[in-house]
C-alpha cells in the first residue's frame, strides 16, 4: 500500500502571500490530521478532518484552515503569510474516527516564508 | 489543561548502554498512549504503543509500560544500538478524535 504523500515537498513563499498543501492519505483511510513542526514549537496539532468535517483543531489563528474532499483528500491554506510561519507541515492519516488510532504521517511540506 | 512533558535534549549513551527516556502527561482523560520516532528527512512514524493501563508496548528491544497511576509512559531499553539513533516523541492522545500531543522530543544519539 502506497503511503502518505504530501505536495509539494518544498516551497518558498513571501510574506503577505497564501499557499495550499496538499495531503493524499493511505488508500481507505478516511481521518487526515495536520500538525506544524518548529525548532522552537515542535509538533503542534493544526485540525483533523473526517468525512469532509472537521472534528478538532488546534490553537491557530483563522488563517490556518483546510478541507476534505470525497476521497479524503485533503488540503490546508495558509492565508497572508507571516515570517513565522516557517515549518515543516506534516500530513498524518488514519482508518477511522475513534481516536485511539495509529496515525500514519507523510514526509511533510517544508515551507520558507521570506 | 492537557499536557506531555518528556526528557528533553539530547541523551547520548554509548553502545550497549541501557537507556530510559522519561515521559509524562497530564489529563483528566484515559488516553492512549504513543511513542513516534522521526529520522531526518522524514515524517514520524509509529514506534510502538499501548492502548489501556498495564500495556507494554514493544519494538526492536524498547519497551514502554502504561502507568495510569503515575501517569507516565517510559521508553526503556536494555542495550541500544547505533541504529536506535534518531528523535523520539511521547504522544499522548489526549482528546477523542486523533488528535495527538506530542513531548517536545528527545534526541538519541548513541556513540559507537
Known amino acids: 500500500k502506497a503511503g502518505v504523500t504530501q505536495t509539494p515537498r518544498y516551497l518558498i513563499k513571501t510574506r503577505g502571500q497564501q499557499v495550499t498543501l496538499s495531503c493524499s492519505p493511505i488508500?481507505?483511510?478516511?481521518?487526515v490530521s495536520w500538525y506544524q513542526q518548529t525548532p522552537g514549537q515542535g509538533l503542534q496539532f493544526l485540525f483533523e478532518?473526517?468525512?469532509?468535517?472537521?472534528?478538532n483543531k488546534g490553537n491557530f489563528p483563522g488563517r490556518f484552515s483546510g478541507r476534505q474532499f470525497s476521497n479524503s483528500r485533503s488540503e490546508m491554506n495558509v492565508s497572508t503569510l507571516e515570517l513565522g510561519d516557517s515549518a515543516l507541515y506534516l500530513c498524518?492519516?488514519?482508518?477511522?474516527?475513534?481516536?485511539?488510532?495509529?496515525?500514519?504521517f507523510g514526509p511533510g511540506t517544508r515551507l520558507l516564508v521570506l | 489543561g492537557d499536557s506531555v512533558v518528556q526528557t528533553e535534549g539530547q541523551v547520548l549513551p554509548s553502545e550497549g548502554d541501557s537507556l530510559i527516556v522519561n515521559c509524562s502527561y497530564e489529563t483528566t482523560q484515559y488516553p492512549s498512549l504513543f511513542w513516534y520516532v522521526q529520522y531526518p528527512g522524514e515524517g514520524p512514524q509509529l514506534h510502538l504503543k499501548?492502548?489501556?493501563?498495564?500495556d507494554k508496548g514493544r519494538n526492536k528491544g524498547f519497551e514502554a509500560m502504561y502507568r495510569k497511576e503515575t501517569t507516565s509512559f517510559h521508553l526503556e531499553k536494555d542495550s541500544v544500538q547505533e541504529s536506535d539513533s534518531a528523535v523520539y516523541f511521547c504522544a499522548p492522545d489526549l482528546e477523542y478524535g486523533n488528535k495527538l500531543v506530542f513531548g517536545a522530543g528527545t534526541i538519541l544519539r548513541v556513540k559507537s
Open positions: 498524518a492519516s488514519s482508518p477511522g474516527a475513534g481516536g485511539r488510532e495509529t496515525q500514519y
Open positions: 488508500s481507505g483511510h478516511r481521518s
Open positions: 499501548a492502548m489501556k493501563a498495564n
Open positions: 478532518y473526517f468525512s469532509e468535517t472537521q472534528r
